[in-house]
C-alpha cells in the first residue's frame, strides 16, 4: 500500500484555525484524518459531499496528516493538548487514527465510547473493531475499511494453490525461485508475510497479536527464523510492494504476498492480468484498518455520530469503499453484499471469502513484539 506524506504539525493547527472563521451561517463538521492522501480526498470528494447533502447548513472539512504512526500521533497530540488546557469543546469532530494510536487514545482517555448509540454499530463484528493491537477498544471505534494481504498467484503456473505456510513451504521447495517478496525492506507486504510466517511458526501468536508484552513469548523466535532465512534461500527477492505485482504480472515469479486492495486496483487499471488470483492462506496473515473515532469533546459530536453512521452504512461502504478503492469494508461484509451487484462481490469475494477473511485476517503484533521481530529479522535472516 503506497502512502503519502501528510502535513505538518504546524499546518494542522493553521488549518484548525482557519476552520473557526468560516461562516457563521454553517456548521463546520471537521474531520481529521491519517493515511493516504486518497483518504482525504474520499471524504473532500465523496463522504462530505454525501453528508451535506442530507444536513443542509453543515460543511464537512478535511485535513490530512499523513500516514502511519506519524500521522496518527499528530492527531492524538491535538487531543491531548485540547484535553491538557482544559478546553470545555475541542476543534477536531471526527478523527481517522490508524491502530497504534487509537490504542493509545482510548488510554489516555481522549475518544468517546460512541458505537452502540449508532445504527450501524452492530456491524461491527470484525476482531479489529474490538481490540487494537493489544487495547481494548470495544464501543470506541468503527473501522473505516480492513485492508488486507493475501497471497497472489498466476493460476497458469500454480496448478493447486497452497493452503497454508506447511503448503507453500513444499511448494517452494518443489519449485525454487518461483515465489517472490520483498523481505521487511521495500514495501508492508513482505513484513506481513514475514507476521504470518511467525504466527504460524513462532509459537504464542494469540498473545504476540494482543499482549501483555513480555519477551519470554519470543523463546520459539529463532528457530522460526532460521527456517525463514532457509526458506529466503528458495525465493526471489523482489523490489516491494507494486515490484512484486509487477514480476508476478511479468511472469518473473508466479506467486508472492500482496496488499489486496493494491492488487484489485491494478486489476482494474490494467496492469495486471485479469487471470491472477490471490489466496488468504492459513494460519492467516494480517492487516490493518483505520478507524472512525469520536473525540471525547467533540464540539459537534451529536453530527460526527451520524457522519460515522453514514459512513459505516451498507451503502456508502459498498459504493464508497468497496467499488471506489477494492478495499475490503469495515463493516460485516453480509451487511454490504445486498448493496453490491453480483460482479462487484464476485470481484472482491470469490477467491477469498468473508468466512475466511474472517477466520485468516489477522492484526499485526502489539507494538513491542513487532519493534523485536523486525530486529529479530535483522539479525538472524537478513544477515
Do not use: C
Not at 526458506?231 to 509487477?246: E, H, I, K
Amino acid at each position: 500500500m503506497k502512502l503519502h506524506q501528510g502535513i505538518s504539525a504546524l499546518a494542522l493547527a493553521v488549518a484548525l484555525s482557519l476552520g473557526s472563521t468560516a461562516s457563521h451561517a454553517e456548521t463546520v463538521l471537521t474531520v481529521v484524518t491519517g493515511g493516504s492522501q486518497n483518504m482525504v480526498d474520499y471524504v473532500t470528494d465523496y463522504l462530505g459531499p454525501l453528508f451535506e447533502k442530507s444536513h443542509p447548513g453543515v460543511k464537512v472539512k478535511a485535513i490530512g496528516v499523513g500516514p502511519d504512526d506519524a500521522g496518527s500521533q499528530k492527531i492524538l497530540e491535538k487531543l491531548q493538548a485540547q484535553k491538557d488546557a482544559g478546553a470545555k469543546s475541542w476543534d477536531v469532530d471526527v478523527v481517522v487514527p490508524n491502530q497504534q494510536k487509537t490504542g493509545e487514545m482510548v488510554k489516555a482517555g481522549l475518544l468517546m465510547k460512541y458505537r452502540d448509540s449508532i445504527p450501524t454499530g452492530k456491524y461491527a463484528v470484525s476482531g479489529s473493531s474490538k481490540m487494537a493491537l493489544g487495547v481494548n477498544v470495544d464501543g470506541y471505534v468503527m473501522p473505516m475499511f480492513e485492508s488486507q494481504t493475501a497471497i497472489a498467484y498466476n493460476p497458469a503456473l500454480v496448478a493447486k494453490v497452497p493452503a497454508s505456510y506447511d503448503e507453500l513451504r513444499q511448494w517452494v521447495a518443489k519449485n525454487p525461485k518461483a515465489f517472490g517478496y520483498n523481505g521487511i525492506k521495500g514495501g508492508m507486504s513482505g513484513v506481513a508475510f514475514m507476521v504470518g510466517w511467525m504466527y504460524a511458526y513462532g509459537g504464542n501468536a494469540g498473545v504476540i497479536q494482543n499482549g501483555p508484552y513480555d519477551a519470554k513469548h519470543e523463546a520459539g523466535w529463532d528457530k522460526a527464523m532460521a527456517e525463514l532465512k532457509e526458506f529466503n534461500n528458495q525465493v526471489t527477492f523482489t523490489p516491494g510492494n507494486a515490484g512484486t505485482l509487477d514480476m508476478l504480472n511479468r511472469g518473473e515469479i508466479a506467486m508472492g504476498p500482496v496488499w489486496v486492495d493494491m492488487f484489485y486496483s491494478w486489476k482494474a487499471d490494467g496492469r495486471l492480468s485479469p487471470d491472477m488470483k490471490i489466496k488468504l492462506i492459513a494460519p492467516g496473515m494480517p492487516g490493518q484498518p483505520y478507524y472512525y473515532a469520536v473525540p471525547a469533546k467533540a464540539a459537534n459530536a451529536a453530527l460526527a455520530k451520524e457522519f460515522i453512521a453514514l459512513a459505516t452504512s451498507p451503502q456508502v461502504q459498498a459504493e464508497g469503499i468497496v467499488k471506489r478503492f477494492n478495499w475490503y469494508p469495515g463493516i460485516d461484509p453480509n451487511a454490504v453484499k445486498p448493496a453490491l451487484s453480483s460482479k462487484d462481490w464476485n470481484t472482491l469475494f470469490v477467491d477469498v471469502t468473508p468466512a475466511e477473511l474472517a477466520k485468516n485476517a489477522k492484526p499485526f503484533p502489539l507494538a513491542p513484539f513487532f519493534a523485536d521481530m523486525r530486529e529479530r529479522y535483522e539479525a538472524k535472516v537478513q544477515n
